[in-house]
T-cell receptor, first 114, second 108 residues
Framework: EAQVTQNPRYLITVTGKKLTVTCSQNMNHEYMSWYRQDPGLGLRQIYYSMNVEVTDKGDVPEGYKVSRKEKRNFPLILESPSPNQTSLYFC?????????????FGPGTRLTVL | GQQVMQIPQYQHVQEGEDFTTYCNSSTTLSNIQWYKQRPGGHPVFLIQLVKSGEVKKQKRLTFQFGEAKKNSSLHITATQTTDVGTYFCAGPAGAMRFGAGTRLTVKP
Protein backbone atom coordinates (compact mmCIF):
# COMPACT_ATOMS: atom_id res chain seq x y z
CA GLU A 1 0.00 0.00 0.00
CA ALA A 2 1.33 3.45 -0.98
CA GLN A 3 2.15 5.33 2.17
CA VAL A 4 3.63 8.52 3.51
CA THR A 5 4.32 8.24 7.21
CA GLN A 6 5.20 10.98 9.64
CA ASN A 7 6.43 10.67 13.20
CA PRO A 8 5.56 11.81 15.69
CA ARG A 9 1.94 12.71 15.00
CA TYR A 10 1.74 14.98 18.00
CA LEU A 11 4.51 16.69 19.91
CA ILE A 12 4.61 19.21 22.71
CA THR A 13 8.07 20.58 23.44
CA VAL A 14 9.81 23.56 24.95
CA THR A 15 11.67 26.42 23.37
CA GLY A 16 15.21 25.54 22.31
CA LYS A 17 14.98 21.77 22.54
CA LYS A 18 16.09 20.29 19.24
CA LEU A 19 13.62 18.01 17.53
CA THR A 20 13.25 16.00 14.35
CA VAL A 21 10.05 15.11 12.54
CA THR A 22 10.52 12.13 10.27
CA CYS A 23 8.89 11.55 6.90
CA SER A 24 9.12 8.29 5.03
CA GLN A 25 7.58 7.08 1.76
CA ASN A 26 7.44 3.70 0.07
CA MET A 27 6.54 4.86 -3.43
CA ASN A 28 10.08 5.52 -4.74
CA HIS A 29 9.14 9.15 -5.37
CA GLU A 30 11.87 11.60 -6.29
CA TYR A 31 10.11 14.70 -4.97
CA MET A 32 9.51 15.31 -1.28
CA SER A 33 8.41 18.47 0.46
CA TRP A 34 7.56 19.91 3.85
CA TYR A 35 4.72 22.33 4.52
CA ARG A 36 3.36 24.06 7.53
CA GLN A 37 -0.30 24.91 7.85
CA ASP A 38 -1.55 27.78 9.98
CA PRO A 39 -5.13 29.08 10.25
CA GLY A 40 -5.93 31.56 7.52
CA LEU A 41 -2.56 31.10 5.81
CA GLY A 42 -3.10 27.85 3.99
CA LEU A 43 -0.08 25.64 3.38
CA ARG A 44 3.33 27.20 3.11
CA GLN A 45 6.28 25.32 1.75
CA ILE A 46 9.30 25.05 4.04
CA TYR A 47 11.76 22.98 1.99
CA TYR A 48 11.55 20.61 -0.92
CA SER A 49 13.79 18.05 -2.53
CA MET A 50 13.84 16.98 -6.17
CA ASN A 51 16.04 13.98 -5.45
CA VAL A 52 18.65 12.54 -3.13
CA GLU A 53 21.14 15.15 -1.92
CA VAL A 54 19.16 17.93 -3.64
CA THR A 55 17.22 20.31 -1.41
CA ASP A 56 15.83 23.80 -1.94
CA LYS A 57 14.23 26.42 0.22
CA GLY A 58 10.53 27.05 0.04
CA ASP A 59 8.78 30.19 1.22
CA VAL A 60 9.38 29.81 4.97
CA PRO A 61 12.70 27.98 5.56
CA GLU A 62 13.94 30.07 8.51
CA GLY A 63 14.46 27.98 11.64
CA TYR A 64 14.29 24.65 9.80
CA LYS A 65 16.78 22.22 8.31
CA VAL A 66 16.27 19.19 6.10
CA SER A 67 18.37 16.43 4.66
CA ARG A 68 17.82 13.91 1.86
CA LYS A 69 20.43 11.22 2.28
CA GLU A 70 18.20 8.49 0.86
CA LYS A 71 15.22 8.54 -1.42
CA ARG A 72 12.61 7.34 1.01
CA ASN A 73 13.32 9.68 3.94
CA PHE A 74 13.13 13.44 4.32
CA PRO A 75 13.43 14.50 7.97
CA LEU A 76 12.58 18.01 9.14
CA ILE A 77 14.89 19.34 11.84
CA LEU A 78 14.17 22.19 14.22
CA GLU A 79 17.51 22.99 15.84
CA SER A 80 16.10 25.49 18.33
CA PRO A 81 12.31 25.53 18.20
CA SER A 82 10.44 28.69 19.08
CA PRO A 83 6.75 29.26 19.85
CA ASN A 84 6.16 30.73 16.38
CA GLN A 85 6.92 27.29 14.97
CA THR A 86 3.84 25.91 16.63
CA SER A 87 1.92 24.60 13.66
CA LEU A 88 0.58 21.62 11.76
CA TYR A 89 3.27 20.11 9.55
CA PHE A 90 2.74 18.01 6.47
CA CYS A 91 5.19 16.02 4.42
CA UNK A 92 4.30 15.34 0.80
CA UNK A 93 5.82 13.25 -1.99
CA UNK A 94 5.39 13.00 -5.75
CA UNK A 95 6.86 11.50 -8.86
CA UNK A 96 8.66 13.79 -11.30
CA UNK A 97 7.29 13.20 -14.81
CA UNK A 98 8.73 15.72 -15.85
CA UNK A 99 7.33 17.90 -13.12
CA UNK A 100 5.61 16.95 -9.93
CA UNK A 101 2.50 14.94 -10.46
CA UNK A 102 0.05 13.93 -7.75
CA UNK A 103 1.35 14.94 -4.35
CA UNK A 104 0.62 12.45 -1.60
CA PHE A 105 0.44 14.00 1.83
CA GLY A 106 1.31 12.39 5.11
CA PRO A 107 -1.16 12.48 8.01
CA GLY A 108 0.42 15.54 9.60
CA THR A 109 2.36 16.35 12.75
CA ARG A 110 0.87 18.77 15.21
CA LEU A 111 3.70 20.57 16.99
CA THR A 112 3.34 22.82 20.00
CA VAL A 113 6.35 24.75 21.24
CA LEU A 114 5.96 26.23 24.71
CA GLY B 1 7.59 36.87 -5.38
CA GLN B 2 4.87 34.79 -6.90
CA GLN B 3 1.54 34.83 -5.12
CA VAL B 4 -1.44 32.52 -5.41
CA MET B 5 -4.70 34.05 -4.27
CA GLN B 6 -7.95 32.22 -3.77
CA ILE B 7 -11.49 33.49 -3.27
CA PRO B 8 -13.80 33.30 -1.52
CA GLN B 9 -12.31 32.40 1.83
CA TYR B 10 -15.54 30.85 3.02
CA GLN B 11 -18.66 29.62 1.28
CA HIS B 12 -21.76 28.29 2.94
CA VAL B 13 -24.34 26.67 0.69
CA GLN B 14 -27.55 24.76 0.95
CA GLU B 15 -27.26 21.17 -0.19
CA GLY B 16 -28.03 21.02 -3.89
CA GLU B 17 -26.67 24.49 -4.66
CA ASP B 18 -23.62 25.01 -6.82
CA PHE B 19 -20.23 26.16 -5.55
CA THR B 20 -17.28 27.82 -7.24
CA THR B 21 -13.84 28.77 -5.97
CA TYR B 22 -11.40 30.89 -7.93
CA CYS B 23 -7.63 30.89 -7.96
CA ASN B 24 -5.39 33.63 -9.36
CA SER B 25 -1.63 33.67 -9.71
CA SER B 26 0.55 36.74 -10.03
CA THR B 27 2.65 34.89 -12.62
CA THR B 28 2.05 32.34 -15.35
CA LEU B 29 1.91 28.80 -14.03
CA SER B 30 3.31 25.76 -15.81
CA ASN B 31 0.61 23.72 -14.12
CA ILE B 32 -1.90 24.01 -11.33
CA GLN B 33 -3.17 21.45 -8.89
CA TRP B 34 -6.30 21.28 -6.76
CA TYR B 35 -6.60 19.64 -3.38
CA LYS B 36 -9.36 18.94 -0.89
CA GLN B 37 -8.82 18.80 2.84
CA ARG B 38 -11.53 17.47 5.09
CA PRO B 39 -11.71 18.85 8.64
CA GLY B 40 -8.96 17.22 10.68
CA GLY B 41 -7.48 15.53 7.64
CA HIS B 42 -4.63 16.00 5.23
CA PRO B 43 -4.81 17.50 1.73
CA VAL B 44 -5.87 15.04 -0.93
CA PHE B 45 -4.96 15.57 -4.56
CA LEU B 46 -7.93 16.12 -6.86
CA ILE B 47 -6.50 17.03 -10.24
CA GLN B 48 -3.68 18.67 -12.17
CA LEU B 49 -4.21 21.04 -15.10
CA VAL B 50 -1.41 21.68 -17.54
CA LYS B 51 -2.71 23.10 -20.81
CA SER B 52 -3.95 26.59 -21.47
CA GLY B 53 -7.76 26.66 -21.48
CA GLU B 54 -7.96 23.10 -20.19
CA VAL B 55 -11.25 21.88 -18.73
CA LYS B 56 -11.50 18.63 -16.81
CA LYS B 57 -14.45 17.01 -15.13
CA GLN B 58 -14.70 14.57 -12.27
CA LYS B 59 -18.36 13.67 -11.77
CA ARG B 60 -19.88 16.85 -10.29
CA LEU B 61 -16.56 18.73 -10.21
CA THR B 62 -15.39 20.87 -13.13
CA PHE B 63 -11.90 22.33 -13.22
CA GLN B 64 -10.71 25.05 -15.58
CA PHE B 65 -7.31 26.50 -16.35
CA GLY B 66 -7.31 29.96 -17.85
CA GLU B 67 -6.05 30.78 -21.31
CA ALA B 68 -3.20 32.82 -19.87
CA LYS B 69 -2.41 30.07 -17.34
CA LYS B 70 -2.71 32.57 -14.49
CA ASN B 71 -6.12 31.61 -13.16
CA SER B 72 -8.16 28.55 -12.46
CA SER B 73 -11.52 27.59 -11.03
CA LEU B 74 -13.23 24.66 -9.42
CA HIS B 75 -16.98 24.36 -9.79
CA ILE B 76 -19.11 21.82 -7.92
CA THR B 77 -22.59 21.18 -9.24
CA ALA B 78 -25.36 20.29 -6.81
CA THR B 79 -23.28 20.15 -3.65
CA GLN B 80 -23.63 17.30 -1.21
CA THR B 81 -22.70 17.09 2.45
CA THR B 82 -19.73 14.95 1.45
CA ASP B 83 -18.28 17.96 -0.36
CA VAL B 84 -17.58 19.72 2.94
CA GLY B 85 -13.96 20.71 3.38
CA THR B 86 -11.38 23.22 2.29
CA TYR B 87 -10.36 23.39 -1.36
CA PHE B 88 -6.89 24.56 -2.25
CA CYS B 89 -5.25 25.43 -5.52
CA ALA B 90 -1.48 25.13 -5.78
CA GLY B 91 1.29 25.68 -8.29
CA PRO B 92 3.67 25.49 -9.93
CA ALA B 93 5.53 22.24 -9.60
CA GLY B 94 8.55 22.11 -7.32
CA ALA B 95 8.51 25.39 -5.41
CA MET B 96 4.83 25.04 -4.80
CA ARG B 97 2.60 27.79 -3.48
CA PHE B 98 -0.85 27.10 -2.17
CA GLY B 99 -3.77 29.45 -2.12
CA ALA B 100 -5.22 30.14 1.32
CA GLY B 101 -8.13 27.86 0.48
CA THR B 102 -11.91 28.12 0.30
CA ARG B 103 -13.73 26.50 3.16
CA LEU B 104 -17.00 25.00 2.03
CA THR B 105 -19.80 24.14 4.42
CA VAL B 106 -23.02 22.52 3.23
CA LYS B 107 -26.30 22.73 5.05
CA PRO B 108 -28.46 19.59 4.60
Amino acid sequence: EAQVTQNPRYLITVTGKKLTVTCSQNMNHEYMSWYRQDPGLGLRQIYYSMNVEVTDKGDVPEGYKVSRKEKRNFPLILESPSPNQTSLYFCATAMMIPFTDTQYFGPGTRLTVL
Amino acid sequence: GQQVMQIPQYQHVQEGEDFTTYCNSSTTLSNIQWYKQRPGGHPVFLIQLVKSGEVKKQKRLTFQFGEAKKNSSLHITATQTTDVGTYFCAGPAGAMRFGAGTRLTVKP
